[in-house]
């Protein structure tokens, strides 16, 4: 009996070494096309895979130098996921039985190119209980737009569904440290390149938590999933914002083909920033509409610093509107952005720039007035033309966008010193465009028409001193134009009309030295009862309708 047991213990001890021999010399790249035609099946995707190498020292495992995976119907220059490096700890029985079961996998500087120039990196991602029957658990750090630094957490269970080749993912779980993405990186791969260059520097910062109890990967079921987004203490430098946006938190969710953005809000230019709207249709037309709110807004910091000594704008700047749009692309946007809304100005200021004393010294037809007016007027009025800046009364205007211009009509902006009224555009690329008439008031029109008596041509019925003008630029840098035809004519007809009248006026030399005329009753006429009881002269009729028709309202 010992002998047998001996004989069987010596057996065993003789299986048992050449097993080992048989899996030291075992050359596991005989197993590659199998391996290659489990993981495509799986998959549904065409699998290339480097040298495999096999340990048997516990755990078994199996190392591959390179895999990639493409798309059935690509070529082998267009990959959809590289990798360096694969270790998979492998369940040896299944794999005898030519079925691969993983315990354990991770993955190690993986690129992945999800088409339109758009890549992500993967510095590592450990895969567990991989069957093509799943569940398979995922716990991989990505580096998306990151330029290789890990920037995104990604836990979930992949269901790979073989035999119906719909996969899904349970309870994912998406964290993404946005302070590690490089915001030109991204905008280069939605072609925006230009946008791209103009962002190139500039930091983001905010945590993105992406979550997901049921995410379908297939693209003619995605929509069905419901995914939610939650960013926190978000934060972007922006060339044309000073200081940026802060604290910018924001959540939504997708489902059904489109985005709701519940809530979104945030610090800008020293106020604050409220907004909620939604993406219809994200895969392909990208339709989008936001209620949009700014509030308490400092002008300055929205605008680019226009220099010492230039004209700039100071005050407060309060927007509400509804806006609605088409894709994301500038074109597209610009063609399609429409929306209107209120606008608030107040504490605004013109640094550097009386814009009255500027359009007056525009009026090159009276050369010196400004000087004449600032040495001649009352002191009151002398001080507001030395004034070095325009402050203005707030500002309430509604307002329309179009084409990419916030278009306002009949918006009234009002100084101390005049007033506008008329039509305004701003553009997004910041250029301004005033076409209004310019009203001074009464008192000031008449201490002017005192002071040198042409200003009287410029008045209106109401006594006002009043002229076409434009404003225009490009903020913060603006100027001043009048309608010179519009003045120009009106002072050629008064002029004109004061000259003539002097010519065909037929008053004798010598009524100019006769006191008073005597009558037959031998009393005296005083010389200015005499001029009231003269009748115009049919020439002064004649010139002053011809005059009246010359400077009337043109049709």
């Known amino acids: 009996m010992k002998k047998i047991f001996a004989i069987l213990f010596f057996l065993l001890i003789a299986l048992f070494i050449g097993l080992a021999v048989y899996l030291l010399t075992l050359d596991v790249n005989k197993y590659k096309p199998i391996l290659t035609e489990r993981i495509g099946h799986a998959i549904n995707k065409d699998v290339r895979l480097g040298n495999i190498s096999f340990s048997v020292f516990p755990p078994v495992s ?249 004209p700039g704008f100071e005050g407060g700047l309060d927007i509400t509107m509804d806006v609605t749009g088409a894709g994301f692309s500038q074109d597209k946007l610009l063609a399609s952005l429409t929306g209107k809304g209120n606008v608030s100005l107040y504490n605004s200021v013109l640094k550097n720039m009386n814009l009255l004393e500027t359009a007056l010294n525009k009026l090159d037809m009276l050369p010196g007035i400004v000087s004449e007016l600032k040495q001649n007027l009352p002191s009151y009025y002398k001080d507001i033309l030395r004034k070095k800046d325009t402050a203005f009364k707030p500002i309430d205007a509604k307002f329309e966008l179009r084409e990419g211009k916030l278009i306002f009509k009949d918006v009234v902006i009002e100084s101390d010193a005049f007033y506008l009224k008329g039509d305004a555009t701003l553009g997004l690329d910041r250029i301004l465009k005033v076409q209004a008439n310019l009203f001074v008031p009464k008192d000031l029109s008449e201490a002017f028409r005192e002071v040198a008596h042409e200003f009287g041509y410029l008045q209106n019925s109401q006594g006002m001193i009043t002229m076409p003008l434009m404003v225009y630029g490009k903020l913060p840098d603006v100027n001043v134009m009048p309608d010179m035809d519009y003045v120009i004519q009106r002072l050629a007809v008064s002029k004109g009309q004061e000259l003539l009248e002097s010519i065909f006026r037929k008053d004798k030399p010598a009524d100019s030295d006769v006191e008073g005329e005597v009558s037959e009753d031998g009393s005296i006429t005083p010389p200015e009862e005499k001029q009231e009881q003269r009748k115009p002269e049919p020439e002064e009729v004649l010139l002053k309708t011809i005059f009246d028709i010359i400077s009337g309202p043109k049709e």
């Not at 998306?144 to 979930?156: L, M, P, Q």
């Not at 230009?194 to 910062?205: C, I, P, Q, T």
């Not at 993406?279 to 910091?301: E, H, P």
């Open 62 to 310: 199996v190392s591959a130098n390179s895999i990639s995976i493409k798309d059935i119907e690509k070529t082998w220059d267009d990959v959809f996921i590289e990798a360096g490096s694969l270790n998979a700890r492998v369940k040896i029985l299944p794999l005898l039985r030519k079925n691969l079961e993983i315990e354990h996998l991770s993955i190690r500087d993986m690129d992945v190119s999800l088409g339109h120039g758009i890549k992500f990196g993967m510095p590592e991602a450990i895969l567990r209980n991989i069957s093509i029957y799943g569940p398979i658990n995922i716990d991989a750090r990505l580096s998306i737009f990151g330029r290789g630094a890990e920037n995104t957490k990604v836990k979930a269970l992949l269901y790979p569904e073989a035999e119906t080749k719909k996969p899904f993912i349970k309870n994912l779980q998406l964290e993404i440290d946005i302070s590690k993405i490089d915001l030109a990186s991204v905008l280069e791969a939605l072609g925006q390149d230009e946008v791209a260059r103009e962002f190139s520097g500039k930091k983001l910062g905010g945590e993105l938590a992406i979550t997901s109890e049921k995410l379908y990967l297939d693209l003619g079921k995605i929509h069905n999933s419901a995914i939610y987004m939650d960013l926190s203490k978000g934060a972007i430098e922006a060339p044309f914002i000073k200081d940026g946006l802060k604290d910018v938190n924001l959540k939504a969710q997708m489902k059904e083909k489109g985005v709701i953005i519940e809530r979104l809000t945030g610090e800008v230019a020293g106020g604050n920033l409220s907004a909620d709207g939604w993406v219809k249709d994200v895969f392909s037309f990208q339709d989008w509409g936001f209620d949009l709110a700014l509030k308490n807004i400092d002008i300055s910091r929205i605008l680019p610093d226009p220099g010492v000594g230039r």
